[in-house]
């Protein structure tokens, strides 16, 4: 999480009753056709906020930024920005500015030229532009470019430009579309602090669709998580993780293992999950309870269970298997661990030795582990 | 193969060019010839030219002919733009397969029924026959070879440069007079040219669309020529040729030095 | 707003096609049904609308197919149809065999070798079509160049008689269409992988059959669209019969056009119009289908 740290406290609107939202989806629905883009969505949106729309390609996420936008209109419900709704608005008269994902810099303008577009199209009066835009351009480290067209920079340069283009109008909101997608890993993982820096600095609502969960993470205040047209939770990137509400986002959302069962009850209220005849319930924690014999999954990631050879003592959640299968990947060693039911779990362990005095290796039996608290148990 | 011409490639190309090349080369050679006998050589001159410029009747209809050719590719550059634009922007309407029918049916059309069809339209409507009405005739069939062209380079343009524009404040005129027909300018342009030599080059709906007092240059020619060869016309069409040539050559080579340049300018951009 | 400008974008060029386009090509449809007849205009029905409802029933009574049973029943046309048909396919084939190896050269000609290319076949489409039939006037008639050349080399002892014959029309039509035969099949050529004919030499074929059985097959679109952008023009073709063909030499263009201004038979005009145009419904949405196949086949 990279937010401000307010002097009152911690960045988060959301929390506070009295704070009103710059954004509101009010029961938005978007059909093409017979296609539901956008099914029946209501959220809130907060002025300053960095905010992800995370899911995979067809989820309805670039509908709704196009949405805010004014390229597509809601065919149900209502959009408001700052309590007035938008929907008659066209996007040329819209306190909102995008970042294309294919960026859109006009090619027959040079890098100043693209930065002033939209200036001139203001209410700016044309002495002041020239400021405005070398001010966009130190903003974004562009100066040396000014008079370059944009085929001749590179690509991470064109996305500077893109975003000081969007910029330069000081839009009330900032609609980013995969705007980091071209761009190759380390560059990305440059521009994504780039990025955060320039939103704090400026003090603009971004909102951001991305597929790449590790942006999300990264950049947002908030991710929703889109599936179908429908958003399945809004959270902050550490509670998506650690508390995902859904099958579907602990599944999106890096790496879990999932094992199905009944739900059950004790006598104080602690649920467990029953996974088959003879074995040891689950227990973890639960947000919403639910009455037993539910179907549920529960769900815990790898690096929240321990491995090692010997049996733990006092811990519920173990389980024995054999290795099946190591992937080293440098700092920790993903391990597959197959169980005699045939389960396959993975474990995470931290690299601290070297390789050649590991205990286990192919072929171990070996017991899995982990805490009452590591896992989620999830009704859907 | 990049390196060299094989034998066989190297002897197709050449049939083949000397094929397409030799016919206008004689054609070229004789309008110098001193004699009227277009076929046996007499020596060099020039004098066909000089009486080809002192005939007026050529003179009128190459006027003639460039007015019409002029006028028709703008008209027809500006409907087929539109009608580009309406073929990949508008999506469905009312009508669509018939609108793009008719966009592509000139195409195909024999010149013949073309001709034949609006001389009588002009007739039924009572129209009188001159330039005018083969500028419309010309219009018309130039403007579906213009949205072809354009309509293919459309095709191709990325459409948010066009959404970015109007996100930045343009309205949807603005947008497409500041983004969208700056770049697909090279399109338009070969589309005026396309219109312009399409114009200057046909006979057949001129013929037909024509009236007593405005005569074409292809008319002339084709009633000249039907009496036989002649070093008059062989001179004419060294002009026309050597235009054309002209035309060509310097278009291909700006637009390869704008290629070079281009590249000169991303290899300066990497650094 | 923005409903009242589409409407206007969409308005402009679709009523002008419609004027321009459809209504005369109705006017032409309306004609072949007509009459011929001794007047201004010399064709009757005439239709006349102030005579309301019964005036238009009495008019449409007086329309016939009389044209068409005519065209049908008078040999010179169906002969005019069938040796245009026959033209146009025979310098169809002929463009082919000319045109391949040129394609083929051009696609194999060193890198920086073939925008100049490119520019030497499109340099002639740019000419006017006139003058080059009218080069060949020059050359093919009984004292032209191609008889200096033939006696010359003693090919032949006594001039041959080539202008006005339909020979000439068929070297006018490979000439003038050449580069719509080119054009296709070196588009095709081009993108062929070159690694595809290694392949298949390494998989023992001869250079021959590399060709017979890669090379050929992959080409067969960018054939088949020249094929049709020759044979459709070819059929209507007015100006290489009229100047390069003799008085034997019959194409369905000329037949209209004499139809038209010698014989001043504006309705038979307008029904050998729209059997040209039904003749040619065949071959154009065949055309149609193979670039939409191309179309899909790139995606």
Same mark, same amino acid.
């Given at each position: 999480m990279a937010q401000t740290q307010h002097p009152q406290g911690?960045? %988060? !609107?959301?929390?506070? !009753?009295a704070e009103k939202p710059i954004i509101r989806f009010q029961s938005v629905s978007k059909h093409f056709g017979d296609f539901t883009a956008i099914d029946d969505l209501t959220l809130d949106i907060y002025s300053r906020e960095f905010f992800a729309l995370l899911g995979p390609s067809g989820c309805g996420k670039t509908t709704l930024m196009r949405m805010l936008a004014g390229f597509e209109a809601p065919s149900e419900g209502t959009i408001l920005l700052d309590d007035k709704d938008? %929907? %008659?608005? !066209?996007p040329n008269q819209r306190a909102v500015n995008m970042m294309f994902q294919s960026y859109a810099l006009f090619p027959h303008l040079n890098v100043h030229d693209n930065i002033a577009f939209g200036l001139k199209r203001s209410s700016m009066p044309k002495t002041e532009i020239p400021a405005r835009v070398d001010e966009m351009l130190r903003l974004t480290r562009l100066e040396k470019f000014a008079k370059r067209k944009p085929h001749q920079i590179s690509g991470g340069q064109r996305q500077r430009v893109a975003l000081a283009r969007s910029l330069a109008k000081a839009p009330k909101l900032l609609l980013l579309d995969e705007p980091l997608g071209a761009l190759d890993k380390k560059l990305r993982n440059d521009t994504q602090f780039e990025l955060m820096d320039i939103q704090e600095r400026t003090g603009t609502t971004f909102v951001i669709v991305t597929h790449d969960q590790e942006e999300a993470m990264t950049v947002a205040s908030r991710i929703a998580v889109m599936d179908e047209g429908r958003i399945v939770q809004v959270d902050t990137p550490d509670r998506i993780y650690?508390?995902?509400?859904a099958v579907y986002v602990a599944d999106f959302i890096g790496d879990v293992n999932l094992v199905h069962g009944k739900l059950h009850n004790d006598d104080q209220g602690r649920p467990s999950v029953h996974w088959g005849e003879g074995r040891t319930p689950i227990v973890g924690s639960m947000m919403d309870p639910a009455p037993a014999g539910t179907e549920v999954h529960f769900a815990v990631r790898p690096e929240k269970i321990n491995i090692g050879t010997e049996r733990p003592r006092d811990v519920t959640n173990c389980v024995r298997g054999k290795i099946l299968d190591i992937a080293y990947l440098g700092n920790i060693s993903t391990y597959h661990v197959e169980l005699p039911s045939g389960e396959v779990f993975k474990a995470q362990a931290t690299n601290s030795r070297r390789i050649a005095r590991r205990s286990f290796t192919w072929e171990d039996t070996v017991w899995l582990w982990w805490s009452d608290t590591a896992g989620i148990i999830l009704t859907r | 193969m990049t390196g060299r011409f094989s034998w066989f490639n190297a002897t197709s190309l050449t049939f083949g060019f000397v094929f397409l090349y030799l016919p206008m080369l004689i054609l070229i050679i004789f309008s110098f010839n001193e004699s009227r006998l277009v076929t046996v050589w007499a020596g060099f001159s020039t004098k066909w030219y000089g009486e080809l410029f002192q005939n007026e009747a050529f003179l009128d209809a190459a006027w003639v002919t460039l007015k019409v050719a002029f006028w028709s590719s703008t008209f027809a550059t500006v409907l087929g733009t539109i009608a580009a634009y309406v073929m990949v922007r508008s999506g469905r309407f009312l009508g669509r397969t018939l609108f793009s029918g008719m966009i592509y049916a000139p195409l195909v059309m024999p010149e013949v029924i073309t001709g034949l069809s609006l001389l009588l339209f002009f007739i039924a409507i009572g129209m009188d026959r001159g330039a005018t009405t083969i500028i419309l005739a010309h219009t018309t069939f130039s403007m579906c070879y213009v949205s072809v062209v354009v309509s293919s380079r459309l095709a191709s343009f990325d459409r948010s440069l066009e959404e970015a524009a109007l996100d930045l404040g343009c309205t949807p005129f603005d947008a497409f007079f500041s983004v969208t027909l700056p770049i697909i300018a090279p399109a338009v342009i070969s589309g005026w040219l396309l219109a312009f030599t399409l114009s200057l080059d046909d006979l057949v709906i001129a013929s037909f669309t024509t009236g007593p007092s405005s005569t074409t240059l292809p008319i002339k020619i084709f009633s000249a020529v039907r009496l036989g060869v002649s070093p008059e016309i062989n001179a004419l069409s060294t002009i026309m040729i050597g235009l054309v040539t002209i035309g060509v050559i310097s278009a291909s080579l700006a637009s390869r030095g704008l290629i070079a340049r281009r590249e000169k300018e991303e290899r300066l951009a990497q650094k | 707003m923005t409903k009242l400008r589409r409407f206007i974008l969409i308005f402009v060029p679709y009523s002008w096609l419609v004027i321009l386009f459809l209504v005369p090509f109705g006017i032409v449809l309306k004609i072949s049904l007509s009459d011929i007849a001794i007047a201004r205009p010399p064709y009757t029905p005439i239709l006349d609308l102030s005579t309301g409802w019964a005036g238009f029933k009495e008019y449409l009574s007086q329309l016939d197919f009389e044209n068409f049973v005519f065209l049908a029943e008078d040999r010179l046309y169906f002969l005019a149809y069938l040796s245009s048909l026959k033209i146009a396919l025979i310098s169809t084939v002929l463009t082919l065999i000319v045109g391949y190896p040129i394609a083929y050269g051009m696609a194999k000609a060193p890198n920086h070798w073939r925008p100049t290319l490119m520019m030497l076949v499109i340099l002639p489409f740019w000419t006017s079509f006139l003058i080059r039939v009218y080069a060949w006037m020059g050359i093919l008639s009984q004292e032209g160049f191609l008889n200096q050349f033939l006696l010359w080399t003693g090919l032949t002892s006594a001039p041959l008689t080539i202008l006005n014959t339909d020979i000439a029309v068929y070297i006018g039509i490979v000439y003038t269409y050449l580069p719509f035969m080119i054009l296709p099949i070196y588009a095709t050529l081009e993108k062929l992988d070159d690694s595809l004919i290694e392949a298949a030499e390494d998989l023992g074929c001869s250079r021959l059959s590399a060709f017979w059985l890669v090379t050929a097959p992959l080409s067969k679109p960018g054939v088949i669209a020249g094929c049709f952008l020759v044979f459709i023009p070819a059929l209507g073709e007015f100006v290489i019969p009229s100047l390069l063909g003799g008085s034997d030499t019959i194409m369905i263009g000329k037949v209209l056009w004499d139809e038209f201004f010698s014989n001043r038979d504006w309705p038979v005009a307008s029904a050998v119009a729209i059997i040209l145009l039904l003749l040619l419904v065949i071959p154009i949405i065949l055309f149609q289908r193979n670039e939409q196949k191309n179309r899909e086949a790139n995606q």
């Open positions: 911690v960045f %988060a !609107p959301w929390d506070d !009753p938008i %929907a %008659a608005v !066209p650690e508390t995902p509400n | - | -």
